[in-house]
């Protein structure tokens, strides 16, 4: 609003200006017509004064204008005092509305926000050097200052000196080694034995010593060639003793010799003919006989590990292996004999009355033939009918109680 009120029925006064008047019926006067133009003009310049202020406007505070014009007064009176614009606290987001206090120190002019020392920005001493403007170098992220005299520094961030300077403990502990360093060798000079992994004469003279002693042990222990002395003795742990008999790898009868390497050597009975010595090689090792090699009286080898074998030629192809014959014949009753190819006989004594019925030992895959024999000194004429699986009925002719009898069955088993 830069102008007095251009609305219809205004009246002028006497400097000229543009005035509204009251309506007077009684005089004729329409008095002046209510602009809306004038209204908003003059609530936008007092919105604005108190914006321009730094005080946010608010319709509910009826103070607003009058606290703009006291602020706005008192910056101006203080503008007017020392020739520069003042600092204003706060006013805006990030900013708090903190208590600033300048004066003067024993080094000048200094700063304190919220009671805490901010620093001195003029000091007293016009020779002394101090900081006037600080940054941050964006390309390298150093940051930096430039004094009063104009000079510029550069300042190194602590990462930066980790990486390019040794630190104060890698020092002191390079200088503790070097100390130790000299110390030995002082020592060394001064005929003193220095720290570290070395070779001494005697050291030496103990290493050639015991090297020249296991060659003379080796020496002693060695059995020369044909025609050579034969130095040391030899040890015999068995000797032999052949008689009649069959001894199978029995070491009472063994003569042994026994190398470092794990072999032995010995000479046994033949097995199957005490009479007759074997000549076998052992692999041991371990404390177990690994491997045996037999040399026979014909000149024939063997090689096993569970002792002499028959060349696979030799074996039956018709041979019944240990776990079959055991199947096919190992019933574990005495009453009961198993056959090959699955047959099974059975006899046993029983004692029973005519009609009465007989139950086998163990029950039969199938029958072929039943035997009922009497043992009594009688005429009993003992037969055995209806026979099954699991046994058979007796048959007495004229009839008989408690009758001993022998049965015989033959068939197959389950």
């Known amino acids: 609003m830069v102008d007095y009120t251009k609305a219809d029925g205004y009246v002028v006064d006497a400097k000229g200006r543009r005035q509204y008047v009251n309506r007077d019926d009684a005089n004729l006067v329409p008095g002046t017509e209510i602009d809306a133009d004038d209204h908003n003009q003059l609530r936008n310049d007092v919105v604005n004064a108190i914006a321009q202020s730094g005080i946010t406007p608010n319709n509910d505070d009826d103070t607003q204008l009058y606290q703009a014009i006291v602020k706005i007064a008192d910056e101006r009176e203080a503008a ?76 190194a961030t602590r990462e930066w000196v980790i990486n390019a300077y040794a630190t104060t403990t890698a020092l002191n502990r390079e200088i503790t080694r070097a100390k130790g360093a000299e110390s030995d060798l002082q020592a060394a000079v001064n005929g003193k034995q220095p720290a570290g992994d070395y070779a001494t004469n005697a050291a030496l003279t103990n290493e050639v010593t015991a090297r020249a002693n296991a060659v003379a042990a080796l020496d002693g222990a060695k059995v020369n060639r044909a025609g050579d002395t034969m130095t040391g003795s030899l040890s015999a742990f068995n000797s032999p003793t ?133 043992e009594a000194n009688t005429d009993y004429n003992c037969k055995g009918f209806n026979t099954d699986n699991n046994g058979t009925y007796l048959h007495i002719n004229g009839g008989g109680t408690n009758v001993q009898v022998t049965v015989l069955v033959s068939g197959t088993k389950l």
């Open 80 to 155: 007017g005092e020392i020739g520069f614009t003042p600092v204003e606290q706060g006013g805006i987001d990030g900013l708090t509305d903190d208590k600033v206090q300048i004066g003067n120190s024993a080094n000048g002019l200094a700063a304190y926000v919220s009671g805490k020392f901010s620093g001195v920005f003029a000091y007293t001493s016009v020779a002394a050097i101090y900081p006037v403007a600080i940054g941050i170098d964006q390309t390298n992220l150093f940051p930096w200052f430039s004094d009063n005299k104009g000079k510029f520094y550069n300042l």
């Open 242 to 374: 052949l008689t009649d008999g069959v001894y199978n790898y029995s070491p009472g009868f063994r003569s042994y010799t026994n190398s470092r390497a794990g072999f032995t050597l010995f000479s046994q009975d033949k097995v199957g003919d005490g009479a007759t010595a074997c000549g076998v090689l052992v692999y041991e090792w371990n404390g177990q006989q690994q491997q045996y090699w037999w040399f026979g009286p014909d000149g024939s080898i063997g090689q096993s590990s569970k002792g002499n074998v028959a060349y696979v030629s030799q074996i039956p192809t018709d041979y019944i292996s240990q776990s079959t014959y055991q199947a096919d014949f190992d019933s574990g009753d005495s009453r009961i004999h198993d056959g090959p190819y699955s047959k099974r006989t059975q006899h046993f004594r029983a004692t029973a009355s005519a009609g009465d019925y007989i139950t086998f030992p163990a029950k039969m895959g199938s029958v072929d033939a039943c035997t009922v024999q009497a």
